[in-house]
């Protein structure tokens, strides 16, 4: 399969997240993160696990309060949210979606924290980016950037010195197992009939492009028995709604309780999800004498 440019990419990611909100409401958490909980016990609901998980990434970054923020996909705005209204932070939110970014706009407003939250809308890779931050996120995005390396080269470049990166991505456990099973049909209903575009390499990969990239490695957590009780979660209430899909997204019953099947059915035995943390605290390629 030859790797999609960057803007292919983009547009066919996109319609994933063009689905009505009211979708997306359905089976989420009342922030709405598209992502990964935190469950320390077995009595952790979906609302508390996400909310562990927003502290959880604030800690990795080193937030202490008022920093500048980019969040790279950032989905429903829970992320962005959570950071300016708990955190007091400015942050920037980069959506591939016009509709997400409408829905974090009203949220903003409905938070009072509007003057804290800057939105771009289209695909990272091709916007231009100005200024400095103290912290950038990317939770679940670089998946669907086929040149991770270019990308992650433009995130060291608008960071300051000593700033930080949280990134977490669903991989195939390692490279063997990408090769065998990247093309099968359970994987190429998640990554391409789901999300249009969606290349899950090994964690490996991902740590050579952040090292390229000039950044120092400075965690690495797996969180895959997480992310497998969020999507059962997810599953849950899908499944309790069925009729309520299909109302606000015609046909998209059946596929989306797929995806969450087979994506929960490979998490230990193909896949599995890391949450990777690194600082620029080195000269990246491009900033060198």
Request: proline fraction near 4%.
């Amino acid at each position: 399969m030859t790797a999609p440019t960057p803007q292919e990419a983009y547009r066919a990611t996109n319609k994933h997240y063009e689905l009505p909100a009211e979708l997306f409401e359905i089976y989420l958490d009342r922030r709405m993160k598209y992502s990964a909980g935190l469950y320390p016990d077995a009595d952790t609901d979906l609302d508390q696990a996400q909310t562990n998980k927003l502290h959880f990434v604030a800690r990795r970054l080193g937030l202490r309060g008022g920093e500048q923020l980019l969040d790279v996909g950032c989905g429903w705005g829970s992320l962005i949210l959570f950071m300016a209204k708990e955190y007091g932070c400015r942050v920037t939110g980069v959506t591939p979606s016009g509709p997400q970014a409408e829905y974090i706009r009203q949220r903003a407003e409905e938070a009072g924290v509007t003057d804290l939250v800057t939105l771009r809308s289209g695909s990272f890779s091709e916007l231009e980016m100005a200024g400095k931050f103290d912290a950038v996120t990317m939770l679940g995005s670089i998946v669907h950037m086929p040149d991770r390396a270019q990308v992650l080269r433009k995130v060291h470049g608008l960071l300051r010195r000593n700033g930080s990166l949280y990134l977490s991505e669903s991989c195939f456990r390692d490279e063997a197992t990408y090769r065998e099973f990247s093309r099968r049909p359970g994987t190429v209903h998640v990554t391409e009939s789901i999300f249009g575009f969606a290349d899950m390499v090994p964690v490996s990969a991902l740590v050579a492009a952040i090292e390229s990239a000039g950044f120092s490695l400075t965690g690495l957590t797996d969180l895959t028995a997480h992310y497998h009780r969020t999507i059962e979660q997810w599953e849950e209430r899908a499944q309790a709604a069925l009729d309520r899909v299909e109302e606000v997204a015609p046909g998209m019953g059946e596929p989306l309780i797929r995806y969450l099947q087979t994506a929960n059915a490979g998490w230990g035995y193909t896949t599995k999800h890391y949450a990777l943390s690194a600082l620029k605290s080195r000269m990246g390629p491009a900033e060198a004498p």
